[in-house]
């Protein structure tokens, strides 16, 4: 059982930016791939982005390509999600969670954490 941790949300005006982070434990980080999705008020959840085992490659929903970069950290097992030029569109729950391949559906996941609110003002 993979427990996972988001943290780092909060308030930021438009333009900003911010990194949300996503702390393992419970498992071998290394072995999962990290993907990271939000949902706004209302909304589904919807797929951001995903990155490798080694953290050599990545995919990015095309709304997010170019903004957003995800990183990880093998030995901290973390994952994290950095954000710029943020627009009020962002403002949403962001998820982390962790799968065997690199998938881009939610259904490809096995562990979700709980999510972290970023708010995005005009």
């Known amino acids: 059982q993979v427990e996972l941790v988001e943290s780092g949300g909060g308030l930021v005006q438009a333009g900003g930016s911010l990194r949300v982070s996503c702390v393992a434990s419970?498992?071998?980080?290394?072995?999962?791939?990290m993907g990271w999705f939000r949902q706004a008020p209302g909304k589904k959840r919807v797929f951001v982005g995903v990155?490798?085992?080694?953290?050599?490659?990545?995919v990015y929903a095309d709304s997010m390509k170019g903004r957003f970069t995800i990183s990880r950290d093998n030995a901290k097992n973390t994952v994290y999600l950095q954000m710029s030029g943020l627009k009020p569109e962002d403002t949403a729950v962001y998820y982390c969670?962790?799968?065997?391949?690199?998938?881009?559906?939610?259904?490809?996941?096995?562990?979700w954490g709980q999510g972290t609110q970023v708010t995005v003002s005009a």
């Open positions: 419970g498992g071998t980080f290394s072995t999962y791939t």
């Open positions: 990155i490798s085992l080694t953290g050599d490659s990545t």
């Open positions: 969670a962790a799968a065997r391949v690199m998938a881009t559906n939610i259904g490809g996941y096995v562990y």
